[in-house]
């Protein structure tokens, strides 16, 4: 819901790899406060999502989430 934080495209344009933007600090705080004042905020995962770049379609191929709570910055294709 936060947008797309990082995207590649292959060489043959075919594919497109985008990684979403993590929740926002102040977001991911305010949902926590609401809830439970006692815990930790948890951040909501990030995806990764392939999409078919030449395809009639708005809906990826695939959809992941990231296993790691650090916030991902960057996704690549390997050429």
């Given at each position: 819901?936060?947008?797309?934080?990082a995207?590649?495209?292959?060489?043959d344009?075919?594919?497109?790899?985008?990684?979403?933007?993590?929740?926002?600090?102040?977001?991911?705080?305010?949902?926590?406060?609401?809830?439970?004042?006692?815990?930790?905020?948890?951040?909501?995962?990030?995806?990764?999502?392939?999409?078919d770049?030449i395809?009639?379609?708005d809906?990826?191929?695939?959809?992941?989430?990231?296993?790691?709570q650090?916030?991902?910055?960057?996704?690549?294709?390997?050429?």
């Amino acid at each position: 819901p936060y947008g797309v934080h990082a995207l590649d495209i292959t060489p043959d344009h075919k594919y497109l790899v985008t990684l979403s933007a993590p929740t926002p600090i102040e977001d991911s705080q305010h949902s926590q406060d609401s809830t439970n004042k006692d815990s930790r905020a948890q951040p909501e995962c990030q995806s990764l999502s392939v999409w078919d770049w030449i395809a009639d379609t708005d809906q990826p191929i695939c959809t992941a989430n990231v296993g790691t709570q650090d916030v991902q910055t960057c996704v690549r294709f390997n050429a």
